[in-house]
């Protein structure tokens, strides 16, 4: 009883403690915390917003897909975000693969088709680091997990542009960015209001492909997000029936004894 009391005890003091040490950690040398964020996906009901998947992927391919990769994904895997076979065939033949051995033992290049990996801007982490003064950009599929989510992303994607505080050295090659590790970032700022062209007519602004490709990077992260939100949700369901029968029959077991 004294041990459950001190463990109660433990987790409130945590409860009470954990505002405190949020609230101080950008004065301490930490990134800035992300401001949150709504998200189409968010809650039990959530759902991905096709259109806006679309767009985000639009700003991934044009412009982030420069410097970084998404390993896990290929083409085909753009059905998920409501492309039709036939744009995302147009949309891997933009890039060449290098395919092979042909009929006399050469490799050779060829449009990509849906079943390839999707684009790689570098052959290894050396060729990256070369083209970017040093710094790594890295694959971005799971960048909403490994980070605080899609709130992250827009964060940093709209943190640049504040003076560089005084308490900071300036260091080449990087832009101050109070979201980022170490704040300061070797990531050019990537998005200016109409780098992209969106097709169905919103206006790109860099807070809107922001947005977008936050959202985008979410579903690369996890496209299963609401196969599991579903099944969650039957299974809570199911339980509260079992739970309902459970106690129904305890009662009635108990009432003949009685
Ligand atoms: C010119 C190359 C370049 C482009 C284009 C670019 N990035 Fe980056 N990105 C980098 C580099 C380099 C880093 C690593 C920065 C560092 O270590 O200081 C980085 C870091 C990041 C990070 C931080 C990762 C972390 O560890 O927290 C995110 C998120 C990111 N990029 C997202 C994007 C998105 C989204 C786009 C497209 C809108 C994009 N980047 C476009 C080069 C690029």
């Known amino acids: 009883m004294l041990g459950r009391l001190g463990i109660g005890f ?4 945590a409860l009470v403690a954990l505002p405190l040490v949020a609230a101080t950690a950008s004065e301490d040398g930490k990134p800035r915390k992300p401001t949150e964020q ?12 096709r259109a806006e998947l679309q767009r985000g992927f ?17 083409y ?22 290098v395919d092979g051995p042909d009929e006399f033992g050469d490799s050779f ?24 003064g040093g710094a790594f950009p890295p694959d971005l599929t799971l960048i909403t997990k490994i980070r605080s989510g899609p709130d ?6 709209t943190g640049y542009g504040e003076e560089l505080p005084e308490s900071l050295e300036p260091s080449p090659g990087t832009e101050y960015n109070p979201y980022f590790k170490s704040w300061t970032i070797a990531m050019p700022e990537p998005l200016f209001d109409d780098a992209v062209e969106y097709a169905d007519g919103t206006a790109a602004t860099a807070e809107q492909m922001s947005r977008d490709v936050s959202a985008f ?27 309902g029968l459970l106690y129904a029959s305890k009662r009635k077991m108990w009432a003949d004894l009685h």
């Open 38 to 49: 709504e998200w189409s996906f968010d809650g039990i009901f959530g759902k991905f917003d």
């Open 10 to 13: 433990v987790g409130v003091a």
């Open 217 to 243: 990077l979410a579903w690369a992260a996890e496209p299963e997000l609401e196969r599991r939100k579903q099944t969650g949700f039957v299974v809570v369901i199911f339980l509260i029936i079992l739970a």
């Open 76 to 97: 085909r895997h753009l059905i998920g975000i409501g492309l039709s076979a036939e744009e995302i065939k147009a949309i891997a033949a933009e890039n060449d693969v």
């Open 109 to 132: 290049e060829r449009p990509a088709r849906p079943s390839d990996p999707y684009f790689q801007p570098f052959d290894n982490e050396q060729q990256a680091r070369a083209a970017n």
């Open 58 to 74: 639009n700003v991934f391919n044009r412009v982030c897909a420069s410097c970084h990769s998404l390993e896990f994904l290929a």
């Open 152 to 157: 992250y992303v827009y964060a940093l994607l």
